[in-house]
């Protein structure tokens, strides 16, 4: 039994089933296209929110250097995807890296909380970009019916539409095709980023220089509810720090990281690039770096605008341009925002699509979603399927029972693509990269261990979610994927996996 779970798909038939014309789907990306992408996804809530809390919660004028370690672990995962992405230019990201390096049952366990993470990330989206639209609305003297509003504390029936809308147009666009899409991206980006440049430039006029001291606080207890309140800290570790100094930024940078989450979504679309073998390593790196650039200097100019034990937790951009008298950023960086996200709830769209798709194409789900749209050569089942639910979900749902996302599973996709570049370099050596992850197995070493770092640092409900998810997918695996997977029913060439799990 234990041969059929970790029984690998070769590389070379992944890139035979992108050239069957009922399921393959049109390459119209570029390089300049997936760094827009990465960027799009990226930058997001976390540079209008995270910024404020893990200053006054964690590192203080330090959430700088927590953003460049945060970056720094980002980094080492991005190289293995490049990787990967270059070598195995197939939909499906993390789930068909796994596939051809550790088996069918670990990219299973990959693609099932692949597809959780982007649908429920989508949905939160969604809702928090409702928010900003309809506080916008009520600023210009329009209120939203009742009903049809926010979901948020509500205690009667009602419907998000505007949530569900934007699901429901967003899921148009992706099914018409990836260029407009990109396009659309493109528009979008250009907008948020001009914002947060304004921000960077605006700000830096009106910092004071006695904000950043001290630098690092050293005294003031880290406030509760703080990730290192997390009884799995306090479990493996036997203590939890008080403090603020080194230790609070490193604990930043566990929560700032889930600012960076979306940067792996660029690889999904490596079936859809014209140049992958190029492309992919340019649009993964190259957005990476731009985020965390923008990130450091975001940080360093808020928290130089106002003193970090007074930033506000849930809008502190706006509200420190408030305080220095300028309130007319307020609106501007809300503006920005409600753009911003709109991107966002896109490619985290986009990004479940396409895993959900790969995995239909090789059996493990119903075949039926893997055939492409005849004229727009887009996986337009799954995306009408999981756009419909996905809208649905956010217009009945209020945020607060949204935001139980599972980052987990996207740490747990680094530590799993980490350890693939290494199985994958000593059992198929011969494989043309075009980009190759240096100083192997050092790099994947310190991307893994990073990862698991970052995992700790999560509190233990989330832990306990992302159990439950997994027991659903090792049911979901035995009761069909199992005996339907393409390799179980001889429909692909099956290799003999190696005590490593490996290809022979």
């Known amino acids: 039994m234990s041969s059929t779970l970790f029984r690998t798909k070769k590389v070379e038939q992944s890139l035979l089933d992108t050239e069957e014309p009922e399921h393959a789907l049109k390459k119209s990306l570029s390089a300049l296209d997936l760094t827009v992408f990465g960027v799009g996804v990226i930058i997001g809530t976390g540079i209008f929110v995270l910024t404020g809390t893990v200053a006054k919660d964690n590192a203080g004028p330090a959430t700088a250097l927590a953003f460049v370690a945060a970056g720094v672990a980002c980094a080492l995962a991005a190289l293995c995807y490049a990787e990967f992405a270059s070598t195995v230019p197939v939909a499906g990201s993390a789930y068909t890296f796994s596939y051809a390096s550790l088996g069918e049952l670990p990219a299973w366990i990959i693609g099932w909380d692949l597809v959780l993470e982007f649908a429920l990330g989508t949905a939160v989206v969604a809702v928090g970009w409702s928010g900003y639209i309809q506080s916008l609305l009520e600023n210009a003297g329009w209120t939203m019916p009742a009903g049809l509003g926010s979901r948020e504390g509500a205690d009667t029936f009602g419907f998000d539409i505007l949530a569900a809308a934007l699901v429901l147009v967003l899921t148009v666009i992706l099914v018409i095709g990836m260029?407009?899409?990109?396009?659309?991206?493109?528009?979008?980006?250009?907008?948020?980023?001009?914002?947060?440049?304004?921000?960077?430039?605006?700000?830096?006029?009106?910092?004071?220089?006695?904000?950043?001291?001290?630098?690092?606080?050293?005294?003031?207890?880290?406030?509760?509810?703080?990730?290192?309140?997390?009884?799995?800290?306090?479990?493996?570790?036997?203590?939890?720090?008080s403090n603020f100094g080194v230790m609070g930024i490193f604990t930043a940078a566990s929560v700032v990281f889930f600012a960076f989450i979306g940067f792996d979504v660029v690889a999904t679309a490596a079936e859809e690039t014209k140049n992958p073998q190029r492309d992919m390593p340019r649009g993964i790196i190259g957005s990476l770096i731009i985020c965390t650039t923008l990130y450091v200097l975001v940080s360093i100019v808020v928290t130089g605008m106002q003193h970090y034990s007074r930033l506000s937790v849930d809008a502190p951009l706006a509200d420190a341009f408030k305080a220095t008298g300028h309130p007319w950023f307020a609106g501007f960086?809300?503006?920005?925002?409600?753009?911003?996200?709109?991107?966002?709830?896109?490619?985290?769209?986009?990004?479940?699509?396409?895993?959900?798709?790969?995995?239909?194409?090789?059996?493990?789900?119903?075949?039926?979603?893997?055939?492409?749209?005849?004229?727009?050569?887009?996986?337009?089942?799954p995306t009408i399927l999981l756009g419909v639910l996905i809208a649905i979900l956010a217009g009945f749902t209020p945020l607060t029972e949204l935001?139980?996302?599972?980052?987990?599973?996207?740490?747990?996709?680094?530590?799993?693509?980490a350890i693939g570049v290494i199985?994958?370099?000593?059992?198929?050596?011969?494989?043309?990269?075009?980009?190759?992850?240096?100083?192997?197995?050092?790099?994947?070493?310190?991307?893994?261990?990073?990862?698991?770092?970052?995992?700790?640092?999560?509190?233990?409900?989330?832990?306990?979610?992302?159990?439950?998810?997994?027991?659903?997918?090792?049911?979901?695996?035995?009761?069909?994927?199992?005996?339907?997977?393409?390799?179980?029913?001889?429909?692909?060439?099956?290799?003999?996996?190696?005590?490593?799990?490996?290809?022979?």
């Open 403 to 417: 935001a139980a996302l599972v980052n987990i599973g996207t740490l747990f996709a680094f530590v799993v693509v």
């Open 179 to 241: 260029k407009l899409s990109a396009r659309i991206t493109s528009l979008v980006v250009a907008i948020k980023v001009t914002v947060v440049l304004v921000v960077i430039v605006a700000g830096a006029f009106l910092i004071e220089g006695k904000n950043y001291d001290p630098f690092i606080p050293k005294e003031k207890p880290v406030a509760a509810g703080s990730s290192l309140d997390s009884p799995l800290i306090q479990l493996m570790f036997g203590w939890a720090p």
């Open 423 to 504: 199985i994958l370099r000593k059992s198929r050596p011969d494989l043309p990269r075009s980009f190759r992850t240096p100083w192997v197995p050092v790099i994947p070493i310190l991307s893994v261990c990073a990862s698991l770092w970052l995992m700790i640092n999560l509190p233990a409900e989330t832990w306990v979610r992302f159990a439950i998810w997994m027991a659903a997918g090792f049911l979901v695996y035995f009761l069909y994927g199992r005996t339907h997977s393409r390799l179980a029913r001889g429909e692909a060439a099956e290799e003999t996996p190696t005590a490593g799990g490996g290809a022979a």
């Open 333 to 381: 960086i809300s503006f920005g925002a409600a753009v911003g996200l709109t991107t966002v709830c896109m490619i985290l769209l986009l990004g479940q699509t396409r895993v959900f798709f790969a995995m239909s194409r090789d059996g493990l789900l119903p075949r039926f979603f893997s055939h492409v749209h005849p004229r727009f050569k887009t996986p337009h089942r």
